[in-house]
């Protein structure tokens, strides 16, 4: 049996110990201590980190009444000083006993009771029995959570044996028989549990909900306590004094002024699609001018696929003409077949033709057809031989 020192004193980190078993887990050497400081992972909390003998421990897991320390290299001898990550532990103890906290605010303020608690590297969660919330019943709770931080209250550990324990309000029904151990937040929170927690509750820092969603019916909260809360309340700073910047407005004034922006890139991109429509009217007359024959072809390298159709479209309502435009673009280039109403032409008939050419895919109607393939070095060539065959099968 190891005696958990960390029961007593959680903000103990330094300790000496012998070794009462050795054995190979997970391929590592791994050591069962008389003592130990090292809190190994259990109740939604991670194992704790550090060193014995100066060697890394890697994982701490307890069996029975044993608690195994997994460590990166054997060590040797039965007389060890294990370290605990103080920096590491000390964030765990915010958050967990933050997570108590945040718990019976949930009960007090919306009745909603805790299913699940997991402690996360960056974030913590916390599964609530509700359905729904809204923005401001979670603002009373946090004001609730918070109030109790800053009455500094005290936070206790003891234990009661099992005839004993009908007598203490505990939050959620125990999961063990016999004796418990019950960290208390004084007058506020009791709960039945084996981890580590702050002594005071000021300790704990800020307690901030981030995010929620849906989850088996219930509502599974983002929350982040002390330090964690602090980096994240600097870092939406930095965000918001960022893009107050870029707008050239105060913080409060950045959702209007986004609004705003893409209102603005909306109208300016109606605008452009206007002036495009027209451009291309131009664009059409002047082809027509230039080509005195029933059909004609062209390829495009400047101009975007939907850009060429756009012309291409634009020439057939001009003119009585049948058009063979290839568009040359990256990834993929396209080459498109259109005809005026007055011709009864099916262009569909030419498609295997360009797709045994090109290697391409497409098809259309029978005054509309479009391909589309990988780059064609002879893309003008192809072009010609399409015009010949429409050409063919007009006479
Ligand atoms: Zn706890």
């Not at 201590?33 to 897991?61: C, M």
């Not at 004796?179 to 007058?187: K, P, S």
Request: net charge neutral; with cysteine.
């Amino acid at each position: 049996m190891t005696v958990r020192l960390y029961f007593d004193d959680p903000y103990l980190v330094e300790f000496e110990a012998s070794v009462v078993r050795r054995e190979t887990r997970g391929g590592r050497p791994a050591l069962v201590l008389d003592r130990t400081a090292f809190y190994p992972e259990s109740g939604g909390q991670p194992a704790d980190r550090g060193e014995i003998n100066g060697v890394k421990v890697l994982d701490v897991q307890e069996d029975g009444d044993d608690i195994w320390h997994s460590v990166e290299t054997d060590i040797p001898g039965d007389a060890v000083r294990g370290q605990v990550d103080w920096p590491l532990r000390f964030d765990r103890m915010q958050q967990h006993t933050g997570q108590h906290v945040l718990s019976q605010a949930f009960i007090e303020v919306l009745k909603g009771e805790t299913r699940s608690f997991h402690l996360g590297d960056e974030v913590s969660t916390l599964e609530i029995g509700l359905d729904r919330v809204d923005e401001s019943a979670l603002e009373r709770v946090e004001r609730a959570a918070n109030a109790v931080v800053f009455e500094d209250r005290e936070v206790k550990t003891y234990f009661v044996s099992g005839d004993k324990i009908g007598e203490v309000p505990l939050r959620r029904p125990p999961k063990k028989e016999g004796t418990l151990r019950i960290v208390e937040v004084a007058g506020f929170d009791y709960s039945a549990c084996g981890g580590t927690h702050v002594r005071h509750a000021g300790e704990i820092g800020l307690i901030k909900i981030t995010r929620w969603e849906k989850i088996r019916g219930n509502l599974r909260f983002d929350f982040l306590c002390g330090r964690r809360a602090l980096a994240d309340y600097a870092r939406k700073n930095a965000l918001t004094r960022q893009l107050g910047g870029l707008f050239s407005v105060g913080d409060k004034d950045v959702p209007q002024a986004a609004e705003k922006a893409l209102a603005d890139l909306k109208a300016q991109k109606k605008a452009a699609r206007a002036m495009q429509e027209a451009l291309a009217g131009y664009e059409a007359k002047a082809v027509i001018e230039n080509a005195p024959g029933r059909v004609i072809r062209r390829m495009f390298t400047d101009k975007t696929p939907e850009d060429v159709k756009l012309l291409a479209l634009k020439v057939i309502r001009q003119s009585e003409r049948i058009v063979v435009f290839g568009a040359k673009a990256s990834p993929q280039s396209h080459i498109i077949l259109a005809r005026s109403d007055d011709s009864p032409l099916d262009l569909r008939q030419f498609v295997p033709l360009i797709i045994a050419k090109t290697g391409g895919k497409g098809g259309g109607s029978s005054s509309l057809v479009e391909v589309v393939f990988s780059k064609m070095d002879n893309l003008l060539e192809i072009i010609r031989d399409i015009t010949e065959s429409i050409e063919k099968a007009m006479n």
